[in-house]
């Protein structure tokens, strides 16, 4: 039988996803006089906000310590002024994603793989965004550019799979994916579809019937990576959303991005990978950081992380040790962090 830990603060009641969505906390002030944090804090907030929006469901920070201003999640919401800090390495582009962005809305860079950025929002705003600099404005194609899009992917027999990739794909609304889903399913050697989300986490509700039903209806094999940091992100909601997902045959992974001051101990990561495989959820990556300006507070070693690697080996059958990656600019493939008996 499951067990979830218990709400802290009263479950916001269920609405549908649309309108939970529109009901998110964008202000720290409320943010933080929900969770009975000290005021000040709301001023720190300040400067980092105008880099980044806040952003964040009302059930996720349901799930969040009243009164703990380091909950790992509310550190993953909470602007904070070390994002203003510079260092050297951490740059807005670190993976040169606009080399790889071959028509607005397509990034092409992995080899018989490639993503669309359906859509340039999010459910919530990760400080650690890798994206958060993207320029999203340039990569809206409208319906010329999608057949522009759609014309790519027929010319290359080498492309098996299409990832849904953003933003968070799942904050556009079913007719799109749907519209999207119909072109690229009618090209024969596409095979896979893929759709990287941490909708399924941050709001549940978006995995409602009319999502299932156009994925079950499907030729495509689909795939559901989701984003998931921290086993305080898991409670009966997704569970429930994963067990729907899985009854239409929808394979479940999960990619865990590594964050300094969120999941950077052993137990953290052993908890989560237990509590993802217990809602059906295979641990897929363990990312590394990418190095984004204002994010290198997050950062963790990679002598660190090669240690935290070598535990869950130790400790985990290894079905539920995710592979500790990072992706290395123009480089067609997730590099693995390749670590060595400790
Ligand atoms: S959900 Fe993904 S794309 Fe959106 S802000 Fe978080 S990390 Fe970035």
Redesign the pocket.
């Given at each position: 039988m499951l067990k979830f830990r218990p709400m802290k603060l009263a479950s916001p009641p269920r609405l549908s996803w649309t309108r939970a969505l529109a009901n998110a906390i964008t202000d720290p002030q409320e943010l933080i006089a929900l969770l009975r944090l000290d005021p000040h804090i709301a001023a720190e907030t300040q400067q980092a906000l105008k880099l980044f929006p806040l952003k964040v469901t009302r059930s996720f920070v349901a799930r969040m310590e009243p009164g703990d201003p380091t909950d790992p999640l509310l550190r993953q919401v909470l602007p904070i002024n070390a994002e203003l800090e510079s260092h050297s390495d951490f740059q807005t582009d670190p993976l040169n994603e606009k080399h790889a962005n071959k028509l607005p809305g397509l990034l092409h860079k992995y080899h018989g793989r490639v993503l669309l950025l359906v859509t340039g929002a999010?459910g919530?705003?990760?400080r650690f965004?890798f994206?958060?600099n993207f320029a999203y404005s340039e990569n809206n194609p409208g319906q010329i550019g999608w057949e522009e899009v759609f014309a790519y992917l027929a010319a290359d027999p080498t492309i098996e799979e299409v990832i849904f990739s953003?933003?968070?794909p799942l904050l556009a609304p079913d007719n799109h994916l749907q519209f999207l889903h119909d072109h690229i399913s009618q090209i024969k050697h596409i095979r896979r579809l893929r759709i990287h989300s941490?909708m399924p986490i941050v709001l549940p509700e978006r995995i409602d019937q009319n999502l299932l039903k156009w994925l079950a209806s499907s030729r495509l094999d689909v795939i559901l990576v989701t984003?998931c940091n921290h086993a305080n992100e898991i409670d009966q909601h997704v569970a429930h959303a994963m067990h729907a997902l899985k009854a239409i045959n929808v394979t479940l992974l999960n990619q865990t991005v590594l964050l300094h001051g969120v999941n950077d101990t052993a137990t953290d990561l052993i908890n989560l990978s237990k509590a993802l495989f217990k809602i059906g959820i295979l641990p897929y990556y363990l990312h590394m950081l990418d190095k984004v300006a204002g994010c290198a507070h997050f950062a963790v070693n990679e002598a660190d992380a090669k240690q935290l690697a070598c535990q869950l080996a130790k400790r985990l059958p290894g079905y539920l040790v995710p592979k500790l990656v990072k992706e290395v600019a123009g480089y067609p493939a997730k590099v693995p962090i390749v670590i060595e008996p400790i």
């Amino acid at each position: 039988m499951l067990k979830f830990r218990p709400m802290k603060l009263a479950s916001p009641p269920r609405l549908s996803w649309t309108r939970a969505l529109a009901n998110a906390i964008t202000d720290p002030q409320e943010l933080i006089a929900l969770l009975r944090l000290d005021p000040h804090i709301a001023a720190e907030t300040q400067q980092a906000l105008k880099l980044f929006p806040l952003k964040v469901t009302r059930s996720f920070v349901a799930r969040m310590e009243p009164g703990d201003p380091t909950d790992p999640l509310l550190r993953q919401v909470l602007p904070i002024n070390a994002e203003l800090e510079s260092h050297s390495d951490f740059q807005t582009d670190p993976l040169n994603e606009k080399h790889a962005n071959k028509l607005p809305g397509l990034l092409h860079k992995y080899h018989g793989r490639v993503l669309l950025l359906v859509t340039g929002a999010c459910g919530i705003n990760c400080r650690f965004c890798f994206r958060r600099n993207f320029a999203y404005s340039e990569n809206n194609p409208g319906q010329i550019g999608w057949e522009e899009v759609f014309a790519y992917l027929a010319a290359d027999p080498t492309i098996e799979e299409v990832i849904f990739s953003g933003g968070d794909p799942l904050l556009a609304p079913d007719n799109h994916l749907q519209f999207l889903h119909d072109h690229i399913s009618q090209i024969k050697h596409i095979r896979r579809l893929r759709i990287h989300s941490r909708m399924p986490i941050v709001l549940p509700e978006r995995i409602d019937q009319n999502l299932l039903k156009w994925l079950a209806s499907s030729r495509l094999d689909v795939i559901l990576v989701t984003h998931c940091n921290h086993a305080n992100e898991i409670d009966q909601h997704v569970a429930h959303a994963m067990h729907a997902l899985k009854a239409i045959n929808v394979t479940l992974l999960n990619q865990t991005v590594l964050l300094h001051g969120v999941n950077d101990t052993a137990t953290d990561l052993i908890n989560l990978s237990k509590a993802l495989f217990k809602i059906g959820i295979l641990p897929y990556y363990l990312h590394m950081l990418d190095k984004v300006a204002g994010c290198a507070h997050f950062a963790v070693n990679e002598a660190d992380a090669k240690q935290l690697a070598c535990q869950l080996a130790k400790r985990l059958p290894g079905y539920l040790v995710p592979k500790l990656v990072k992706e290395v600019a123009g480089y067609p493939a997730k590099v693995p962090i390749v670590i060595e008996p400790i």
